[in-house]
């Protein structure tokens, strides 16, 4: 603000308009009902809202926050938001449930013989 912006507030308010004051910042997107109706579909099931695996991601959210009330969140912003709210990021142990061990443990044992032989 210029000396002269200053001035002119001194003239039009008094000295009062020189006191310091708290900005507030841009508005929230969404109200804190809305945040909250939000948290509690998080705690369920993606499933259960139309995808077909049990991992919510951010795209998965800001798509339901989306569609809900449309508002479209970036996803950096909704990162922030979610660890505001408690979420943290987990990726999930992946393992295939018809996974064999046994399988496993042959193939790793056959493959590595295999690669020793090529070593030497």
Not at 1 to 10: K, V, Y
Not at 16 to 38: F, K, M, N
């Amino acid at each position: 603000m210029t000396i002269r912006a200053w001035r002119a507030r001194i003239r039009q308010r008094g000295e009062e308009a020189l006191r310091a004051s708290r900005s507030t910042g841009r508005p929230h997107h969404l109200s804190v009902d809305q945040q909250a109706v939000i948290q509690a579909i998080i705690e369920d099931d993606p499933r259960q809202h139309g995808f077909e695996t049990s991992a919510w991601t951010t795209l998965r959210i800001r798509q339901v926050i989306g569609q809900k009330f449309d508002v479209w969140l970036d996803r950096g912003h909704l990162s922030r938001k979610l660890r505001g709210w408690g979420f943290s990021y987990q990726r999930p142990v992946v393992r295939a449930v018809e996974r064999n061990e046994e399988h496993v443990a042959t193939w790793v044992r056959v493959q590595g013989e295999a690669l020793g032989k090529k070593n030497r």
